[in-house]
């Protein structure tokens, strides 16, 4: 079975432009998650998609920060304008329930603001 | 929210000893704890997870236990190999709540060496 699949895997981009990544999960999982990694740390929970609706997005910073899953099954998260403080790397995961499933991520996409 | 604390940062050991992870966490309601190994360029990948209802787990060399008074699980790596050096992140999660969100350590990396 095919894994989640993210796009691009590394994006350098220089601060206050914008960038968006991609995510393709496993075929038939119901819920997406976007994770932020920063170095040194664990993933951070942006947003949660149950089909395609937002089931949390309690921890996305609305003002620079979206994402959208059409039709249920793939996403698309991005950063506009991008700070400094957003070099990470961006995280998708999916699952097949609702909430509460074993979660299986995705290669993650590298960014870096400069 | 849940706050899950990781000990040690970094654990170096001979190929061949034991590796042990202990990980600690605030919320009695959290009731599913993963692990995810992490390994250079690549996604978290779930190794073992144990649920409250049970103590004790094994798979292979890998094992985690779970003391709920105490809060706080363990993960034990017997028989080390040097393909076993990679990041291991502990989680916790409510599962029973309509989110389930997965709250991360922050980490340790575990080099084995030969």
């Known amino acids: 079975e095919a894994g989640v699949a993210q796009s691009p895997r590394y994006k350098i981009i220089e601060k206050r432009q914008s960038v968006a990544f991609w995510c393709n999960p496993i075929s038939g999982h119901a819920t997406l998650y976007w994770y932020q990694q920063i170095l040194g740390q664990g993933p951070k929970l942006l947003i949660q998609?149950?089909?395609?609706?937002?089931?949390?997005d309690s921890q996305l910073p609305k003002d620079r920060f979206s994402a959208e899953r059409l039709k249920g099954v793939d996403s698309t998260l991005k950063i506009q304008p991008a700070k400094l403080e957003d070099s990470a790397v961006y995280l998708c995961?999916?699952?097949?329930?609702?909430?509460?499933?074993?979660?299986?991520f995705g290669p993650g996409t590298r960014l870096l603001v400069l | 929210g849940e706050n899950v604390e990781q000990h040690p940062s970094t654990l170096s050991v001979q190929e061949g000893d034991s590796a042990v992870i202990k990980c600690t966490y605030s919320d009695s309601a959290s009731n599913y704890f993963p692990w995810y190994k992490q390994e250079l360029g690549k996604g978290p990948q779930l190794i073992i997870d144990?649920?409250?209802?049970?103590g004790e787990k094994k798979d292979q060399r890998i094992a985690v236990t779970l003391n709920k008074t105490a809060k706080h699980f363990s993960l034990h790596i017997t028989e080390t190999q040097p393909e076993d050096s990679a990041v291991y992140f502990c989680?916790?999660?409510?599962?029973?709540?309509?989110?389930?969100?997965?709250?991360f350590g922050r980490g340790t990396q575990l080099t084995v060496w030969p």
């Open positions: 995961a999916s699952s097949w329930g609702v909430v509460g499933e074993t979660q299986y």
């Open positions: 998609f149950q089909n395609n609706g937002v089931v949390d």
């Open positions: 989680a916790a999660s409510d599962r029973g709540s309509t989110l389930g969100r997965l709250y």
């Open positions: 144990i649920r409250s209802n049970v």
